[in-house]
């Protein structure tokens, strides 16, 4: 019997609509390092909500990465390949749970609310500390950097098999049809 080649359609739509989402969060986060006053507060109020938005969204996707099985690499790729294939997936998902984490700690030892919208607020998960405040601040911002990089390397890996090696990795998550069956 032959297997599906393509990601599931719930790890297809979640991986669709993360990817704009942390290309938008990333720029939010570098307009807002270079804004200050009312705008500054604006995109503040955008930046709290996306991350845990993220957060949230990262969670079902690991779960349904870890219930349902990815499909196979091409059998013909590099085991370096597979190597950092996987490296940069087990990069992404640290990182997609990991940034909006600190942050939302960092709010917490710098006693700033993460409020979502209007009145709905997230409790602290850190107890007040300037200290630990100035650390996360900085944690937050090399993580932010890792992501970018990590982001880039999906990207043009992404790019070098859909457009140079053709060898069906790209579409396995890119399709929007039907899957298409191996030795078909």
């Given at each position: 019997m032959n297997r599906v080649v393509r990601f599931s359609a719930l790890a297809r739509v979640l991986h669709w609509l993360m990817a704009p989402l942390i290309?938008?969060?990333?720029?939010?986060?570098?307009?807002?390092?270079?804004?200050?006053?009312?705008?500054?507060?604006?995109?503040v109020a955008l930046h709290?909500?996306?991350?845990?938005?993220?957060?949230?969204?990262?969670?079902?996707?690991?779960?349904?990465?870890l219930i349902v099985r990815p499909p196979p690499l091409p059998a013909a790729m590099p085991a370096i390949q597979r190597v950092a294939a996987l490296g940069s997936h087990i990069a992404l998902?640290?990182?997609?749970?990991?940034?909006?984490?600190?942050?939302?700690?960092?709010?917490?030892?710098?006693a700033y609310p993460v409020?979502?919208?209007?009145?709905?607020?997230?409790?602290?998960i850190l107890p007040h500390d300037p200290t630990?405040?100035?650390l996360l601040r900085q944690l937050h911002s090399w993580?932010?950097?890792?992501?970018?990089?990590?982001?880039?390397?999906h990207v043009g890996a992404?790019?070098?098999h859909g457009l140079i090696l053709r060898d069906g990795v790209f579409p396995a998550m890119a399709s929007l049809r039907r899957g298409r069956r191996e030795g078909a």
């Open positions: 290309l938008g969060m990333l720029l939010v986060g570098v307009f807002m390092a270079a804004t200050e006053g009312p705008a500054y507060a604006t995109l709290r909500p996306m991350g845990i938005g993220i957060l949230l969204l990262a969670a079902i996707r690991l779960a349904n990465r998902y640290a990182l997609m749970i990991a940034m909006p984490l600190v942050g939302w700690g960092m709010l917490s030892a710098g409020v979502l919208w209007g009145a709905v607020r997230l409790p602290p630990l405040f100035a993580l932010a950097f890792a992501l970018f990089g990590v982001v880039v390397v992404a790019l070098l």
